[in-house]
Each structure stands twice: as structure tokens, then as C-alpha cells.
């Protein structure tokens, strides 16, 4: 069994409104707040880079687990926005936090899936050898985004989250993972320069190429809410429950419309859905652990609470998750 044992979040303290927005692009907080939700977000100060939000994350979850670095077996990152290209920012994060030479790798690319993709490689991790694993889901978009392009730039902020997973039989209890991948719709929501294919050159910095995010909003959602619903369905036969017995959804904080709409596809009650993407935007592998770090902070959840998390991103990938308080 596979349990979770400390929850950690961080996020800068710079507030990036939507009226800030409309100094900057041809925008308002009306446009904004009526297609996406977001009324605000956060972004990184100069100073700041993807390990040290990631770092405050994993040492509020590691507190919270009530553990200390030494006791860390292994590190799993999820994120899109590493600290360098190579090496990987879990060889950093190993570093800043001074625990051992133990195994430390980033899960790349999933897009915002990323975290509960993390969560799925942990279970399988400890049940193959138990030790404790730190997963962070962290993203640092707002530098690597153009500014220029109204469609996408509003849509983003930076933060980071965190568990501590280990063998155990306590609550609360990671009681099953599903995942999925469909990469025939690759082309949809992609950042595509700066790989082998399209490498960065002096021309696609001078275009700002390596900043264009290519996204096809309609059919963005359209499979998002298709998969995040199909996923919380699959999980919960997995664990013989149902949509009435669930407690909590943790949705992808993407945008409200896709929240609702995923609600209204899985006939979610009032309330059911965690939201927080009207302060922090769309934070990628972050927004699913930020939010389920916020939820049990503020009482959402308690002792025997059913929670399903779920998460959509560029790949396509999606996966869902069932944790039982």
C-alpha cells in the first residue's frame, strides 16, 4: 500500500491581475475573467528560478510529513520549465535539499498531467522497493511564454506543489492511478522549437518562435473534459466507488469552463470541484498538487473523505487519481 504522507505548496509572491494584463496586451479583466475565470496569478520574481519554487514546495511537504531530507529515498520532478536543459532539475533539487545520493529524475513533457503521472511512477517505485518519494510538480511558464500573444499569456502563473508517498497502510491511502496517452493530436498544444526537429537558432530567437505556444483552444477542450471525466470514471470502478461517494474532485486548474464543464459531464454537485484557478491561473504540473495542498489545508477534506484527482495536458496525456482520507 502506498500512502501520503506530507502535502507542501509554494507560491511567489508577486500578483499578476488581469488589469496588469491589459497595461500589456490588447486585453481586460472582462475578456479574461469571461473566457477563462482568472482573475489573477503569480509570477516569479527576477531572482527566482524552477528550483527554488520547487525547493520551498518539497520543504513544506517534507515538514508536513514529519520527516527530514535524510529520510527522502527518492525524487521524482514533474515539470515543463526546467532549471536548465540538461541536467534535469531533480539533480538540483537533490542538492539544495542535502539528501543522499539517492535517485532523482524529472517526468518532462506530460504538460499538466504531469504530476499525477508522477504519482502513478511512485506507487510502482515503493511497491518495488519501500522507501519514501518526494513528487513535485512545478512550473515556471511566465519566462518561457510569450508575452506578446493575448490568447496564451493570460492564461498562466508559476508555483509549485508536493507529496511525500511511502509503504504504509495509514491514511490517507494513494488507492489506485490511471493514465492514458493519445499522441496522434501532438500538434495541438505544443511548444515546438528548440528540439531536434526545429532547433533554436539567432532567427528563431529574433521571431520569438522558441516563446510561441500553438494551441488549439476548441479541440484543447473538447479533450480535456472528454479525458479528465472518462479518467475520474475509470479510477472509481477501479476502487468500486462512485461519483456520489467522492468527497472532493481536484480538477486541472486549466480554466474555469473546463472545470464546469467537466463537473456538469460527471454530474458533480455544488461544491464537489476544488477551484483555484481564479488566483493562480493555469500553473501546469503544479496546479493539481497546489490544490490538493490548499484543500486539506483549509478543512475541505477530513478523515474518510474520498478524493479524485485529474489532470489533462499536451501529448495528449491524462490521468486520475484515487486517495481515501
Known amino acids: 500500500m502506498t500512502q501520503i504522507l506530507g502535502f507542501g505548496g509554494y507560491v511567489p509572491e508577486r500578483v499578476m491581475t488581469n488589469d496588469d494584463w491589459a497595461e500589456i496586451v490588447d486585453t481586460s479583466d472582462e475578456w479574461i475573467t469571461a473566457r477563462t475565470g482568472i482573475k489573477e496569478r503569480r509570477f516569479a520574481a527576477e ?19 514529519g520527516l527530514v ?3 527522502i529515498g527518492e525524487i521524482i520532478v514533474a515539470t515543463d520549465t526546467p532549471e536548465v536543459y540538461t541536467p534535469d532539475t531533480a539533480s538540483f533539487l537533490q542538492h539544495r535539499l542535502g539528501c543522499d545520493n539517492i535517485p532523482s529524475y524529472d517526468l518532462g513533457g506530460s504538460g499538466c498531467a504531469g504530476f499525477v503521472q508522477a504519482l502513478d511512477v511512485a506507487r510502482a517505485r515503493i511497491a518495488f522497493s519501500p522507501r519514501n518519494v518526494l513528487v513535485v510538480g512545478v512550473e515556471l511558464i511566465s519566462r518561457l511564454i510569450s508575452w506578446q500573444e493575448r490568447e496564451t499569456c493570460v492564461l498562466f502563473g508559476d508555483g509549485a506543489g508536493a507529496v511525500v508517498v511511502g509503504p504504509g497502510e495509514s491514511s490517507p491511502q494513494l488507492l489506485d492511478v490511471v493514465a492514458g496517452t493519445d499522441g496522434s493530436k501532438t500538434d495541438i498544444l505544443t511548444l515546438s ?3 531536434t526537429r526545429d ?21 484543447v477542450f473538447k479533450q480535456a473534459v472528454g479525458r479528465m471525466s472518462e479518467a475520474v470514471a475509470e479510477v472509481l470502478e477501479h ?3 462512485t461519483i456520489e461517494d467522492v468527497k472532493l474532485v481536484i480538477p486541472h486548474q486549466a480554466n474555469k469552463r473546463i472545470i464546469d464543464a467537466v463537473g456538469k459531464k460527471l454530474g458533480l454537485r455544488e461544491g464537489q470541484a476544488f477551484v483555484n484557478v481564479d488566483k493562480f491561473g493555469n500553473t501546469g504540473s503544479a496546479s493539481v498538487p497546489l490544490a490538493l ?33
Open 199 to 219: 532547433p533554436f537558432t539567432v532567427e528563431t530567437a529574433a521571431s520569438g518562435a522558441h516563446q510561441h505556444l500553438t494551441m488549439n483552444g476548441r479541440e
Open 293 to 325: 495542498w490548499q484543500a486539506r489545508d483549509q478543512g475541505r477534506i477530513v478523515e474518510g473523505d474520498l478524493v479524485v484527482l485529474t489532470a489533462f495536458g499536451a501529448g495528449f496525456h491524462w490521468a486520475a487519481a484515487a486517495i481515501r482520507f
Open 239 to 241: 476502487v468500486g466507488g
Open 69 to 71: 531530507a535524510g529520510d
Open 47 to 65: 531572482d527566482e528560478a524552477t528550483l527554488d519554487l520547487a525547493a520551498n514546495a518539497a520543504e513544506v511537504a517534507i515538514k508536513d510529513a
Open 193 to 195: 522549437t528548440g528540439g
